[in-house]
């Protein structure tokens, strides 16, 4: 799942250019996307053998990307700190 997102490292390398960051929230959105689907079809042919169970593992996707946007947005935020008074495109 986390292969979808950019790592938090570039999150923080890219805060301190505004485009960047636009560029890096884009990402986030099409990767939570991306991993919340792949979750709902998981979780959907799995149905068959678990029944009512299969939705934990959509449960479990949503805790999981949760974690890693929590993660991701605290070092693109850091980087947005740490990168003010930096000259345009000086984040990586």
Wanted: hydrophobic share 45%; charged share 15%; net charge positive.
């Amino acid at each position: 799942m986390s292969a979808f997102l950019p790592s938090p490292t570039t999150a923080y390398m890219g805060g301190s250019d505004p485009v960047r960051v636009k560029w890096l929230r884009r990402g986030e959105i099409m990767g939570a996307g991306v991993s919340i689907s792949i979750a709902v079809a998981v979780s959907l042919v799995a149905y068959d053998d678990l029944g009512p169970m299969a939705g934990l593992i959509l449960l479990g996707a949503i805790v999981i990307l949760g974690m890693f946007l929590w993660e991701y947005e605290r070092a693109l935020k850091q980087g947005v700190r740490d990168g003010q008074g930096k000259p345009k495109g000086s984040g990586y």
